[in-house]
Nanobody, 115 residues
Framework: QVQLVESGGGLVQPGGSLRLSCAAS????????MSWYRQAPGKERELVAA???????NYADSMKGRFTISRDNAKNTVYLQMLSLKPEDTAVYLC?????????WGQGTQVTVSS
């Protein structure tokens, strides 16, 4: 059974930081591209960052320099370190696993940036 379980979200003040985690199980984690997406109320889901099985990374322009994606294949976990958070970063953050044939989604974790 495939599972992607996100954690680490919460309420943070502007300028603060959070580290999200996504624990994966039920598939060969190391062979999948792992990504973080986010969806704010009334907005389309958007890609935040991705990391390939080989470790190459890609970021949305608005996240470059503030967010860092990483993965630990030994722990079947992907991380998103978020710095200098802004109110517009408020959203549900979702973990995604992708290979040639399959795409899996987690349930998401809420990140709220507010004073």
């Amino acid at each position: 059974q495939v599972q992607l379980v996100e954690s680490g979200g919460g309420l943070v003040q502007p300028g603060g930081s959070l580290r999200l985690s996504c624990a994966a199980s039920g598939f060969t984690f190391s062979s999948y591209t792992m990504s973080w997406y986010r969806q704010a109320p009334g907005k389309e889901r958007e890609l935040v960052a991705a990391i390939t099985s080989g470790g190459s990374t890609n970021y949305a322009d608005s996240m470059k320099g503030r967010f860092t994606i990483s993965r630990d294949n030994a722990k079947n976990t992907v991380y998103l370190q978020m710095l200098s958070l802004k109110p517009e970063d408020t959203a549900v953050y979702l973990c995604n696993a992708l290979n040639t044939f399959y795409r899996y989604w987690g349930q998401g974790t809420q990140v709220t940036v507010s004073s």
